[in-house]
């Protein structure tokens, strides 16, 4: 199994960008497909997530309203797009393939820098 992740770069606060993530190996439609973030010096934490179906998402309170997940499972690929950044949401953004309250697998992750 392997997550590509992709879209991330420097932004300024108020911008927008949108992550994709794109797995192989698996059939993504079985599983959760979510996102992760780890700022430097911080624990890993939730963003996002959304069941194998599409119908169900799920946020971070501080991303909600700004963050919408997506997932297309022709495409084995769920996007992030994320609207009013702000400094804070500065990390490393991981996607990953699961359960709901298991995660199992990794992606490399794709680095957001929001600053002025």
């Known amino acids: 199994v392997q997550l590509q992740a992709s879209g991330g770069r420097w932004v300024q606060p108020g911008g927008s960008l949108r992550l994709s993530c794109a797995a192989s190996?698996?059939?993504?439609?079985?599983?959760?497909m979510g996102w992760f973030r780890q700022a430097p010096g911080k624990e890993r934490e939730f963003v996002a997530c959304?069941?194998?179906?599409?119908?169900?998402?799920f946020y971070k309170d501080s991303v909600r309203g700004r963050f919408t997940i997506s997932r297309d499972n022709a495409k084995s690929t769920v996007w992030l797009q994320m609207d009013n950044l702000k400094p804070e949401d500065t990390a490393v953004y991981l996607c990953t393939v699961g359960t709901f309250s298991a995660y199992k697998f990794w992606g490399q992750g794709t680095e957001v820098t929001v600053s002025s």
């Open positions: 190996g698996l059939t993504v439609s079985s599983y959760y």
């Open positions: 959304v069941s194998g179906d599409g119908d169900l998402t």
